[in-house]
């Protein structure tokens, strides 16, 4: 009979980018993700408009009060008594009122779940920046300051890998018959800056590349190999990457999904199926850069394309992340439970170790061994 008990931990928070809920929020949503990067109003105007071809409604909201309900529905269902919250970086319910919401309501030991599965200092580092600042704020306002720990980078747990797998399959199920044998698999994920990508993940591990691409390509290579497994076709595959933001003279990780699709094209593939590997739902980043720019790409080159799905609330994915928060009460509690992962990799660490995913500027970071709340 597994262990179902949470403790040590007394609260469960989910942690999200967040984004609007309607065209009044899109300027100052936006204002609130760039803040202190000098960018015009009249620029975040123009990256706007991709909010407003959708009513200016972000659909990451709705989808983590999804995984909020299924989280809780799930704990409820395997008898684990934990209560679970949700905070946003950059829009409401805003990371800083919800855990002063949740030391007022007593909670004292927090589990953080990042819906990001990378290391990356966007990823990770950041919201363990957040956090810190968070934790500052109810410091100053003379509250009890809760202990915080974040759960480890779950992109090779079976419940993240496999719902991905089973989504590859249902696409190419989609495509033309006469073209789904041949069709290339485009494993796509967000782009950040090289420099960015090469100090992911801890220091020893430095490079071209770094934690962030190291993990990306491993679960690539696991979805790739089980997608061949299951059809008897072996199809060439890539890593490759949207929805870049940064300044041209800034160096940010390759290809670019829309140039990988003009590439394979002219290289004669006769299919694609775009695998959203680095996103947990269909948030904005997939309906805009894949569902609607890419595949006007792909209708414009006459190219079959079609995407597959991300994880979003499949039972599999909740199951798995009720598995990790057991796992690591498990070891807090000073027991040596099983640490479940695929690949090579191997299961992620608990503590971010100092080094890891370094900040741009020096920056106080909650939950990891450089902590000063720890």
């Known amino acids: 009979m597994p262990d179902e008990r949470p403790h040590p931990y007394d609260a469960l928070l989910l942690l999200s980018f967040g984004g609007p809920e309607g065209p ?55 008898g684990v008594d934990l209560p679970v919250y949700w905070g946003n970086r950059n829009w ?45 704020t109810v410091e100053a306002e003379g509250l009890p300051l809760p202990r915080v720990d974040k759960l480890r980078h779950y992109f090779n747990h079976p419940g993240f890998v496999e719902p991905m797998t089973e989504g590859v399959l249902t696409a190419l199920a989609q495509l033309p018959a006469a073209a789904r044998d041949g069709a290339r698999l485009a494993f796509t994920t967000h782009s950040i800056p090289t420099a960015s990508a090469d100090t992911s993940g801890p220091a020893e591990g430095h490079g071209d590349g770094g934690a962030y691409v190291a993990e990306h390509l491993d679960v690539a290579r696991l979805i790739a190999d089980a997608v061949r497994e299951s059809t008897g076709t ?11 933001s940064g300044a041209p003279h800034i160096p940010w990780l390759e290809p670019d999904i829309c140039d990988h699709l003009e590439a394979v094209h002219a290289d004669g593939a ?48 909740v199951a798995g992340l009720r598995e990790l928060v057991l796992e690591r009460a498990a070891t807090e509690r000073g027991e040596a439970p099983q640490r479940c992962a695929l690949g090579a990799l191997g299961p992620s660490h608990d503590v971010c170790p100092v080094g890891c995913c370094p900040a741009r500027a020096p920056r106080p970071a909650a939950a990891g061994a450089d902590s000063p709340y720890r």
Not at 100 to 124: F, K, N, P
Not at 234 to 244: A, H, I, K, N, T
Request: aromatic share 8%; with cysteine; net charge negative.
């Open 24 to 78: 009044k929020d899109v300027v100052p949503f936006l204002e609130n993700v760039t803040r202190g990067r000098g960018i015009p109003r009249e620029r975040l105007e123009e990256v706007g408009q991709h909010y407003f071809l959708f009513d200016g409604v972000s659909p990451i909201n709705a989808q983590n009060r999804e995984l909020l309900a299924a989280l809780r529905d799930d704990f409820a269902e395997h």
């Open 234 to 244: 072996d199809r060439p595959w890539e890593l490759v990457y949207q929805s870049r």
């Open 270 to 317: 006769p299919a694609v199926v775009m695998v959203p590997i680095g996103f947990v739902s269909d948030h904005m980043e997939v309906l805009y850069d894949l569902d609607t720019e890419a595949l006007a790409k792909a209708r414009e080159l006459d190219l079959p394309v079609v995407r597959s799905a991300t994880v979003g609330t499949d039972p599999r994915f």
């Open 92 to 136: 409401g319910p805003y990371l800083t009122d919800t855990l002063r919401e949740m030391v007022q309501d007593g909670r004292r030991r927090i589990l953080t779940l990042v819906t990001s599965a990378y290391a990356s200092y966007s990823g990770c580092r950041q919201y363990r920046e957040n956090l810190a600042e968070a934790l500052a």
